[in-house]
């Protein structure tokens, strides 16, 4: 039985077929239904069973009950099967800009996932009896591979399995690259497509190795992002979006010891909402939560990249300015209260948000070794706001 024979070729994509839903499904598990990165790659599965499915759907494969079957000539055959596959690298590659967690418009996508192979199938239908048909398909795949090598090696950091998708990139850009090359310095007799186009020893091996690779290797990396999204979860208050007092401890302790390392200045501000019981109790707990909301958006609206915002408990919530001074932390707190004034709650909840905070920088406890050092005294000083509301103390030697 020969590499080549129709029959050994169902018997290597069967198995591979099973295996790769079977990679899929498991990762499936967990991720839901919205994970448009994993509708992605398995619409690029798809489009690569269709692309092996052509080529046994050719006059002189089947044989007997099932001659029916031959629906492409060769020619055809070739062309569809070859736009087929950057269709299907196409969407694996949407698939991957997607695990960045980025989105873009409708168009963007069927420029990346299906513009190629549109461009490859109209100019392989004119080159089709020339010399260099063959050029034209492996230059398509090496940009089409070198696009989706570039969102990958933005991913690399992020993800491990990233890496496994490397280095079949790399394989096919070399082999297709090198054909490129050889091609078209000695070009070859134009394909008289007199009998069905089927896949050499060399490219069927290629195919099966790289397609086994990078199935395995995004496998690996969906398993990182569910693992990653779960220890966001753990971190993350899930009304307001800030840390949770759980996950910003060992961040807020490292902050520190960077701050005491470079001798470079950090504040931190304690915040308590004013009157939020009263807004609980005559609103509900729904018009708490909304408002709960709105100060959390309109802080991260706000507040720096590099700044550090957490749900200390309730209605107290704890901002860390890195590389900041008492009196630049203080220039944002008026910020925040004038932005708060403007802006109702909602539409349907016309109220204004207050409140009252302790503020302190690193250099108001001198050379304390403890964070916890500054943040009681910060909240001493946020004790003392809350007797008059809707104002901002700084920490005081009695603080301390």
């Not at 039985?1 to 029959?7: A, I, R, S, T, Y």
């Not at 910003?248 to 915040?271: C, F, G, T």
């Amino acid at each position: 039985m020969l590499l080549n024979d129709p029959v050994t070729l169902l018997l290597i994509i069967t198995p591979f077929g099973l295996m790769t839903m079977l990679l899929l499904c498991l990762s499936y598990v967990g991720l839901g239904k919205g994970n448009s990165s994993l509708h992605w790659w398995i619409a690029g599965d798809l489009l690569l069973a269709a692309y092996r499915l052509v080529a046994l759907m050719q006059p002189g494969i089947a044989a007997g009950a099932l001659s029916w079957l031959g629906l492409f000539p060769p020619a055809v055959a070739f062309v569809a099967g070859t736009a087929l596959l950057l269709m299907a690298i196409g969407s694996h590659t949407l698939a991957l800009y997607h695990l960045m967690e980025r989105s873009d418009s409708r168009g963007w996508h069927l420029k990346i996932g299906f513009g190629p192979a549109l461009l490859y199938g109209v100019v392989a239908v004119i080159a089709l009896h020339g010399s260099y048909l063959i050029p034209w398909f492996s230059l398509a795949i090496s940009l089409t591979i070198a696009l989706q090598l570039n969102i990958t090696l933005q991913l690399r950091k992020r993800y491990r399995g990233a890496w496994g998708l490397l280095a079949g990139q790399s394989a096919l850009i070399l082999f297709h690259g090198w054909t490129l090359i050889v091609l078209t310095l000695h070009p070859i007799p134009p394909l008289p497509f007199d009998r069905p186009d089927l896949p050499s020893i060399n490219a069927l091996f290629m195919d099966f190795m790289v397609s086994f690779l990078f199935t395995l290797s995004y496998a690996l990396m969906l398993q990182e992002q569910l693992r990653q999204h779960v220890q966001q979860l753990s971190i993350t208050d899930t009304l307001t979006g800030a840390l949770n007092r759980r996950g910003a401890a060992p961040i807020l302790n490292r902050e520190w010891a960077q701050a005491a390392e470079q001798r470079s200045p950090m504040a931190v501000a304690m915040i308590d909402l004013d009157h939020f019981k009263a807004i609980n109790d005559q609103y509900g707990h729904a018009a708490g939560d909304a408002a709960l909301q709105a100060f959390s958006d309109t802080v991260n609206r706000l507040k720096r990249q590099s700044d550090i915002f957490v749900r200390w408990g309730g209605e107290e919530f704890l901002l860390l300015f890195p590389h900041t001074d008492i009196q630049q932390a203080q220039n944002f707190m008026a910020r925040l209260r004038d932005t708060l004034r403007r802006a109702p709650v909602s539409p349907t909840l016309p109220l204004h948000i207050g409140f009252s905070a302790g503020l302190a920088d690193s250099g108001t406890i001198g050379s304390a070794p403890q964070f916890e050092v500054l943040l009681k005294a910060v909240d001493k000083a946020l004790y003392r706001a809350k007797r008059q509301r809707d104002r901002v103390e700084r920490v005081e030697t009695v603080d301390l």
